[in-house]
């Protein structure tokens, strides 16, 4: 494989920081370019999976004065999907907030519609039901935000993105780094 393929691979080999992540190294390079041209009050991450991902955004928030937070439901138990000691101990040093549960059900789910309703922010779509969250979602999000959707366009897809959003002008230069990553972009 070579260099080039390897930056757009997703597949449960892939690493950042020497641990396990799905999402293309290409991808952090997107998102490290949308977080510093939109300057989001806030990230908001469903689904924390190993928590590498997680814990690029919460050393991103941190060191930009922000706040992060991300849910899981712990993938219903599959320790193979928990964040490593490690990587706990270094998102609570960085002051990620971290919640468990369903964001489809109460509390949880008003945890994450609080803090959406917060100002602009930069909302990652990848945990269990891609296609539910963005739709009841990404409403709720204030106009200018960022909503990305993993897994395109297998989980999530054209015909499941509400009327509030737009493709953002780098969506398909995203996919074609192949991130898998929808970028869409909340209209005023």
């Avoid at 971290?98 to 489809?104: A, L, Q, T």
């Avoid at 509400?162 to 074609?176: A, R, T, V």
């Amino acid at each position: 494989m070579t260099l080039k393929e390897k930056l757009s691979t997703i597949d449960r080999t892939q690493t950042f920081f020497g641990q396990p992540v799905l999402q293309s190294i290409n991808a952090f390079g997107v998102y490290e370019l949308l977080l510093t041209n939109h300057k989001p009050d806030y990230v908001v991450e469903i689904g924390t999976g190993h928590g590498t991902l997680s814990l690029y955004f919460a050393l991103w928030a941190y060191l930009n004065d922000k706040e992060f937070f991300t849910f899981d439901n712990l993938c219903e138990g599959n320790p193979d999907w928990i964040p490593t000691d490690k990587t706990s101990k270094l998102l609570n040093s960085v002051w990620a907030n971290r919640f468990i549960g369903d964001v489809f059900e109460e509390p949880t789910k008003q945890k994450v519609e609080h803090f959406l309703s917060r100002g602009q922010c930069l909302l990652f779509c990848d945990g269990g039901n891609k296609r539910r969250e963005v739709k009841e979602f990404a409403h709720l999000t204030l106009p200018g935000s960022i909503i990305i959707v993993h897994d395109w366009p297998k989980s999530c897809n054209r015909g499941d993105i509400p009327e509030c959003l737009e493709f953002h002008p780098w969506h398909d230069q995203s996919i074609e780094l192949g991130t898998k990553a929808a970028i869409l972009m909340r209209r005023n």
